[in-house]
């Protein structure tokens, strides 16, 4: 499985790379930050250690940054919204996974990264597709199986994809070997660049999880192991399915570094710190991202037969990333309530205005359904339908 994802990987990996500014954090304190930028002190619950020194919890960074990284927060989160509301309508039928109060993830994640650097998740991938750049109509026609949408309409909730971003898996665990063959793709080929391999704390019991680890610092590979753990894989609780609930001290011979997840300015350390530990050659990391989401584990779960309405609203009121985070840029004179609020309006109005081209959107022709199941020139003569009658020649 690694061989096949790095020889998928292997022709993007080896294109002339461009030059991107990377989000690199500042580590230690900045004694006289100017007008343009703004220091946070992250707290000594930032961050948590296993065989390595834990990143500075001193974030430097330019105030346009720091208010774009709440534009985008709010952005996915209306985005998610608005395919609740969709679903609710039966505009989207069939898996749909939010990630409404882990949106800290998505956003922390692409600030640290460059566009050469790549990110392989699971199904919960709405948030990482749009940071990645796919567009918000993109995703949501995708959503309702539209001919607009980022996959034709043909790949649904779960496999969506973007420069540099191969979705949007729907096989528990299955994107975590491809995330280092990817990595090995990009080692291989002498690209300045890492892979950010995301899974969920339910999969991270799996067997293939371990394989990837050996082999990755068997060859000291580029890649960031990052166990999202919100608490419930599924409807199970961590603590009645894994024996060792410290994910990020799991990779044994790989260090590991557990992050507040809830806290996008933690989550951008934290990657940005592993990206340069990766890249600079040292192998693997294994990062523990602590969240949590408000939803189901799906739209068709409700999400409070395994947990308490109680629980949730209490993580809403004390960990929520959007608010927290407001509170910070207030706190530090980034921004004013009144600024945040027309953020909190644009976003709501971007939103709105790109479900309502998504709804618009037709659905992708019927002739265009044996498209795209082969490469261009390697098509097998034909596929089967369901009957002789469907069988179609290429």
Known sequence: MLRSASLTAFRRATKPMAKTTMFQAARGMASAASSDTVTFDLGDSAFEGYNIDVPSTSVTMGREEAIGMYRAMQEVRRLEMAADSSYKHKLIRGFCHLCTGQEAVPVGVERALTAEDAVITAYRCHGFTYMRGAPAMG????????????????GGSMHMYAPNFYG???????????????????????????????????????????????????????????????????GTAASRAAANTDYYTRGQYIPGIRVNGMDVLAVRQAIAYGREYAISGKGPLVLEMKTYRYGGHSMSDPGTTYRTREEIQHMRSTSDPIMGYKHRLLENGVATEDDLKQIDKQAKKFIDEELAKAKAAPEPKAAELWDDVYVKGSEVPYLRGRVPEETHHY
């Open 168 to 234: 949007g898996n729907g096989i528990v665990g299955a994107q975590v070997p491809l995330g280092a063959g990817i990595a090995f793709a990009q080692k291989y080929s002498g690209a300045n660049a890492c892979t950010v391999a995301l899974y969920g704390d339910g999969a991270a019991n799996q067997g293939q999880v371990f394989e990837s680890y050996n082999m990755a610092k068997l060859w000291d590979l580029p890649v960031l192991f990052v166990c999202e753990n919100n608490k419930y894989g599924m």
């Open 139 to 154: 995703i949501l026609a995708e959503l309702m199986g539209r001919g607009a949408g980022v996959s034709k309409g043909k």
